[in-house]
């Protein structure tokens, strides 16, 4: 038996991955409603006994929406940061106090050990996640304005990818948005465009087997299709793509994608 991975949903309109081994298994931040993330768990054939805990990334609305109710109606322990916990979200705060828990250390669940980095973002205590399990890792990090020489270190080598492929620059540029917003989202707190996360990938993949999958993407400012072939061509370029060891996938913006096991 395997590492699942499920993505429940994935961009601003709310985020939430499920990842598990038996009957252990924990939610990456829970963006949606209390309810959609249940009906997506049924679909996935997974029920709240499969569920140890929630991970909060950090406390951006599309990352937390549903995690009180959640840890309220199934007793479940929500880890996250000092500062993340500090932020003083309604959400946040309606997790009983027992059940909040302090994820600086990190922690392990089953055979799953769980860290934590920083990524650059306007939150309080943003990170991306690494989950070490029989000697494979998985890393994700989305929300992010820019990557640094740390975050290739921890993801060279990784089983799994999931990393943000936000917006298209084009799209932001000629798009509907405020200044204000087209600036915050490309400044180094804001997201990552399709170009940045090909460029960082194109930078760190090898012939070691690895998943990549595609994170995080603007409604308004991309389209599936779009971010992977911006990412596959700059791939090419750098002539790491294709590659039969090499798996490229894009996360479904608003239904479960197709499940993932790491073996
Ligand atoms: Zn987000
Ligand atoms: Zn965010």
């Known amino acids: 038996m395997g590492l699942k991975i499920c993505p429940l949903a994935s961009g601003s309109s709310g985020n939430s991955i499920y990842i598990g081994h038996g009957k252990k298994g924990f939610l990456v931040d829970c963006g949606l409603s209390g309810r959609s993330i249940e009906r997506r768990l049924q679909i996935l054939g997974l029920s709240p006994d499969d569920i140890s805990g929630i991970i909060i990334t950090h406390e951006h609305q599309d990352h937390i929406k549903g995690a009180g109710i959640l840890s309220r109606r ?43 980095f920083p990524l650059s973002h306007d939150a309080q205590e943003p990170v991306g996640l690494v989950i070490c399990w029989k000697k494979r890792r998985v890393v994700i990090a989305t929300d992010l304005g820019e990557t640094n020489t740390e975050h290739e270190k921890i993801m060279e080598g990784a089983n799994v990818i999931i990393l943000e492929a936000n917006h298209d620059r084009d799209m932001l540029a000629n798009g509907p948005y405020p200044w204000y917003l087209k600036k915050r989202i490309k400044s ?9 996360c090909g460029n960082f990938l194109s930078q760190i993949l090898n012939d070691h087997p690895t998943a990549v999958f595609l994170a995080h993407l603007s409604q308004e400012n991309n389209y599936p299709e779009l971010a992977r072939i911006t990412v596959e061509n700059l791939l090419k370029e750098k002539g790491v793509y294709p590659a039969p060891n090499l798996h490229l996938n894009v996360i479904e913006r608003n239904c479960v994608s197709q499940p993932y096991e790491l073996t």
Do not use: K
Request: net charge negative.
């Open 188 to 196: 180094p707190l804001g997201h990552l465009s399709n170009d940045d």
């Open 74 to 116: 199934w007793s479940l322990p929500v880890y996250t940061m000092p500062g993340t916990w500090a932020a003083g979200c309604r959400e946040l705060n309606s997790v009983p106090p027992d059940l909040q828990r302090d994820l600086s250390g990190g922690f392990s669940l089953g055979a799953m050990d769980i860290a934590h």
